[in-house]
């Protein structure tokens, strides 16, 4: 049985939760060891990573909140399984192109190596959670019983 009340204490306990909170500190550490650099060596290279980032960063925190309040329930018209596995995927694929060319345009610059290894981490929590929610979104329906 689900507990009830406006807060869900265990999600953050939880492996799912973890892996969220995991995700957004990868990120928020990949976004400031770019941003903070000085010694950008190509601009738009390393705008693109900082667009990547911060967006990403700021859904998933919009996911984690959903999940910790619940929210998710009060609006059911919504496939939010199947959301959050595009979501996942998509930011796996953009993260990863981010990170690929941050590594390349880093030219031996210790902040920008740091940003680009971060988003590689963050890539492969993203493919973790991508790999979780394809079971619960994609996953083997249950068929109903012979005739």
Known sequence: MAPSGLVDPGF??????????AQTVALLIAFLCVHCSSWWTDFSAFR????????????????LFMHIFRLQSKMPCINWALTEFLHYAVGMLLIFIASLVAAVKSRGIFALI????FGFIATVLL???????????CGSQPTSGTR
């Open 12 to 21: 953050l306990r939880s492996s799912e939760g973890s892996l969220s909170v």
């Open 127 to 137: 493919a973790i959670s991508v790999c979780r929610s394809y079971r619960v979104a």
């Open 48 to 63: 693109y990573f900082q667009v990547v980032t911060l967006w990403f960063l700021v859904t998933f925190l919009i996911f």
């Open 114 to 117: 740091a940003g680009s290894v």
